[in-house]
């Protein structure tokens, strides 16, 4: 009844039911999506499965901060950071919604593709760099060679799970 309730008054109502596992989750994606008439904002603390509303499939995203803390922890070590401040994580978020496409906003999703974590750890790691050096946080500021930019500098530094093979 509480989200029935604030689907009186919002266009659009959030509803973040972020317990797990799933069996204890707060309300189901299909029930938020029933009971706002679509209408609602919603990520989970567990996975779900789309959802089918009025015929629109919705992809429903899971809220984790896997999205977050691997650009943070890159960008902090890359420029040697002095701290992780409130604005750095304002600008990490910044830059995590930068990576939304349209195709995934139509669908109902509230966090891109898992698929594409490699790209928004480095678009959230190089913000936490640029915040931290205008900051004057950064004790090592990054060193780009003429006509370098930071995101290829940051994007030098992450590490790419590449094997050789050893044995043939």
């Given at each position: 009844?509480?989200?029935?309730?604030?689907?009186?008054?919002?266009?659009?109502?959030?509803?973040?039911?972020?317990?797990?596992?799933?069996?204890?989750?707060?309300?189901?994606?299909?029930?938020?999506?029933?009971?706002?008439?679509?209408?609602?904002v919603f990520a989970s603390g567990s996975p779900f499965a789309p959802v089918t509303y009025n015929?629109?499939?919705?992809?429903?995203?899971?809220?984790?901060?896997?999205?977050?803390?691997?650009?943070?922890?890159?960008?902090?070590?890359?420029?040697?950071?002095?701290?992780?401040?409130?604005?750095?994580l304002y600008v990490a978020a910044q830059a995590l919604a930068t990576c939304m496409t349209p195709?995934?906003?139509?669908?109902?999703?509230?966090?891109?593709?898992?698929?594409?974590?490699?790209?928004?750890s480095l678009k959230v790691a190089t913000a936490v760099v640029q915040c931290a050096v205008d900051?004057?946080?950064?004790?090592?500021?990054?060193?780009?060679?003429?006509?370098?930019?930071?995101?290829?500098?940051?994007?030098?530094?992450?590490?790419?799970?590449?094997?050789?093979?050893?044995?043939?």
């Amino acid at each position: 009844e509480c989200i029935r309730e604030m689907a009186k008054h919002v266009e659009m109502p959030i509803v973040f039911p972020l317990s797990n596992p799933t069996s204890v989750a707060e309300c189901t994606a299909q029930q938020a999506y029933d009971w706002t008439d679509g209408r609602v904002v919603f990520a989970s603390g567990s996975p779900f499965a789309p959802v089918t509303y009025n015929g629109h499939e919705y992809v429903v995203s899971q809220c984790n901060n896997m999205f977050i803390f691997p650009g943070v922890g890159l960008g902090a070590v890359v420029c040697g950071a002095t701290r992780v401040t409130d604005r750095m994580l304002y600008v990490a978020a910044q830059a995590l919604a930068t990576c939304m496409t349209p195709e995934e906003i139509a669908k109902g999703q509230v966090f891109p593709s898992v698929k594409q974590i490699r790209k928004v750890s480095l678009k959230v790691a190089t913000a936490v760099v640029q915040c931290a050096v205008d900051d004057g946080l950064a004790l090592s500021p990054p060193v780009l060679r003429k006509g370098a930019n930071l995101e290829e500098f940051v994007a030098s530094k992450m590490y790419l799970p590449i094997y050789r093979a050893l044995v043939e």
